[in-house]
């Protein structure tokens, strides 16, 4: 006897891919989509986007003197700069354009910038305040810099504030 209870003796199994209805509209549906997208004038747009994160990986990878930068870690660390500063990519695009083979001699303004990059990488976070947004606390250049020998906690061991209290003195 047959695995399947509805097989019908001397048929022929079915395969494992069949193209029906569903498939077929959904592929065309999927393919419309991204024929749209791509034609569309948000297209340029996208393409901008990149040349902007190729520029702050690249600007990243000098001022961190470090080649092997996450480059995920790198989009998520862009993205949030630009949210939280409208103006970014133009400091951004002001930095890259002043920094030379040495970063002395640049203006307030363009080192304020490098500042803010380099803080994202190594700590990864933005910002310093209640306001800061953590984008990656783990991926951070921090724990690479001490190489690899410390590890970030992930979860914290009592409730919170339980480091102030003294400790016990003897067993329980």
């Known amino acids: 006897m047959s695995k399947h209870a509805s097989a019908m003796p001397g048929a022929s199994p079915v395969p494992a891919f069949s193209l029906s209805r569903r498939r077929l509209l959904g592929a065309a549906c999927v393919g419309a989509a991204s024929g749209a997208l791509l034609l569309s004038p948000a297209a340029p747009v996208w393409a901008a986007v990149e040349t902007e994160l190729a520029a702050f990986m690249d600007l990243s990878r000098r001022l961190t003197g470090r080649n092997d930068l996450d480059a995920r870690f790198g989009q998520r660390l862009y993205d949030t700069l630009v949210k939280r500063d409208a103006g970014f990519a133009a400091s951004l695009g002001e930095l890259q354009g002043k920094l030379g083979k040495t970063p002395q001699g640049l203006g307030e303004k363009a080192e304020a910038t490098a500042r803010q990059v380099l803080s994202a990488w190594y700590l990864g976070m933005i910002g310093s305040d209640y306001t800061a947004t ?28 339980a480091w102030a209290e003294k400790p016990a003195v003897g067993r329980a």
């Open 134 to 161: 953590v984008v990656g606390y783990p991926d951070a250049l921090m724990f690479k810099a001490a190489g690899g020998i410390l590890k970030p906690r992930a979860f914290c061991f009592g409730m919170p504030g």
